[in-house]
């Protein structure tokens, strides 16, 4: 579980984490990942908002978008 990884890191090492990650997701390794970088999102299979401690949206890849993720945010729960 990684709680805002990339908060306040330089735009390259974020990228060669970014490949890891993506490496290592590709040989069948979960990654859990909170962010508050919209951007990061990219990198993800799904995504689950959570508002209040709860899931208000769960997101497949397909589905990603910042519109989706704000909106889901600052709606009403599902």
């Known amino acids: 579980l990684m709680d805002d990884p990339m908060r306040g ?7 060669e984490v970014y490949d890891l990650v993506r490496e ?13 970088e919209t ?16 899931i208000v949206a769960n997101l497949g890849r397909d589905e990603l978008t910042e ?4 909106q889901s945010s600052f709606g009403d729960a599902a």
């Open 67 to 70: 519109e989706k993720i704000i």
């Open 24 to 36: 290592e997701a590709a040989k069948g390794r979960t990654f859990l990942w909170y962010t508050t």
């Open 39 to 54: 951007e990061e999102l990219d990198n993800c299979d799904h995504v689950y908002v959570f508002k209040n401690g709860r």
């Open 9 to 15: 890191v330089d735009i390259g090492t974020k990228l």
